[in-house]
């Protein structure tokens, strides 16, 4: 799980680094947007914050297995929560400002926007201040890990329960067909339907998937019986994910970048991003259990680094575009510069604050530096004592 989640970050990246060049609304379009972009990005699109809230509950789920429920509740609060507040207070201040610059005709400094503007509890063109930003996964994250440290107060047992009937409902193909319904429906009948608000309090059908993904995670980790009939249908789940995944491009190719989906055509459309969601994911974890069962010297570095990166990246990607905006490099290399900007500068976010005892519990590190290598290495559970949201602490 833990290398799972490490390459689901770093596609998350290259993800926020496309969106500056695809026509989907973002904070900055580096360059002129390209309709073809979309069909790498359609990729991931579907599946992709599924399977970081899934390896989420799954890592939770390993934390309960060995503290106690207020114990586990107190650390996910500091470990998710500062990160949260020093996010929103410090790092994500430069994005507003470019994307209201960008696209809104905002003429103020920096310096203004933060002295003046940043501060106040306000939209400016619907653009809130102070905001989370792309830190609304975090958020999500506070409030699941408070359902279920509710639940297991005032429910103590049902999580096993759940698992038994989850292991019954989900038997042999079921596994693939079952949640492919519910992700469908779920986002068919649910408002905003596909499009996610990430304002936490509106944002239905998000939750509806998002929570379930995380409880299935949960229960993941605490049934080899869930997992045993993944293995046995992962290589089924990938052809499927692979189908779903052309039937996208198809649709894509008819109505692409911003064209709306004719209303006759949306079930199908949502049909198929329901079955690349659910059977990509089955598919990742059966082949991360297959292949990816095995430790290096490099992974716990890098399970510990997710968090820091998660934190930063999207700011430097937005300050990085911003200021390509003024030079005179061709979108490929535009892209190129991106990446380049986005990796050195994450990572070296995360090897100085990593040095800074008072930082380390504000970008989402332990109180003392350790040796990341001898840290938790059993294979096929999640690094539990890393605080990365992505992990889903």
Not at 75 to 101: H, S
Request: hydrophobic content about 55%.
């Amino acid at each position: 799980m833990d290398w799972l989640r490490i390459a689901a970050f770093g596609l998350l990246i290259l993800y926020h680094i496309g969106m500056a060049f695809v026509p989907w609304p973002f904070e900055i379009k580096v360059a002129a947007p390209r309709n073809w972009v979309a069909i790498p990005m359609l990729a991931t699109n579907a599946w992709r914050l599924s399977l970081l809230f899934l390896v989420s509950g799954y890592a939770s789920a390993a934390l309960l297995a060995r503290e106690p429920v207020g114990n586990f509740f107190r650390g996910r609060m500091l470990r998710l929560g500062l990160p949260l507040i020093f996010g929103m207070a410090v790092l994500n201040t430069p994005q507003p400002w470019v994307a209201l610059v960008t696209q809104h005709g905002y003429t103020r400094s920096f310096a203004y926007f933060l002295l003046h503007d940043y501060y106040r509890f306000q939209f400016i063109d619907d653009v809130a201040m102070p905001t989370w930003m792309h830190l609304w996964f975090v958020a999500y994250l506070i409030a699941y890990t408070s359902l279920l440290s509710l639940g297991c107060v005032a429910f103590p047992g049902r999580g096993a329960a759940i698992t038994r009937l989850l292991e019954r409902a989900l038997k042999g193909p079921l596994v693939l067909l079952v949640p492919v319904i519910y992700v469908y429906l779920v986002r068919r009948l649910l408002p905003p339907g596909w499009i996610d608000t990430h304002a936490l309090v509106n944002d239905w059908s998000a939750h509806a998937v998002y929570f379930a993904m995380f409880a299935f995670g949960l229960a993941l980790r605490r049934s080899s019986q869930l997992m045993s009939m993944i293995r046995r249908q992962w290589r089924l789940g990938a052809v499927l994910a692979v189908t779903a995944y052309t039937g996208v491009l198809v649709v894509e190719q008819a109505w692409p970048g911003n064209t709306p989906v004719p209303e006759a055509w949306r079930p199908v459309f949502g049909l198929l991003r329901a079955m690349q969601c659910w059977t990509t994911i089955v598919a990742l974890v059966g082949a991360a259990d297959t292949y990816l069962d095995s430790d290096h010297p490099w992974r716990a570095t890098l399970a510990e680094a997710v968090f820091p990166l998660y934190l930063i990246h999207q700011t430097i990607i937005l300050v990085a575009g911003y200021w390509l905006l003024g030079s005179r490099l061709n979108p490929g290399l535009r892209f190129v510069v991106l990446v380049l900007a986005t990796a050195a500068g994450s990572w070296l976010f995360y090897l100085v604050g990593r040095r800074i005892g008072w930082l380390r519990p504000w970008i989402g590190l332990s109180h003392r530096e350790r040796d990341p290598r001898s840290r938790f290495r059993k294979s096929g559970e999640a690094q539990a004592d890393q605080p990365d949201a992505i992990a889903a602490r």
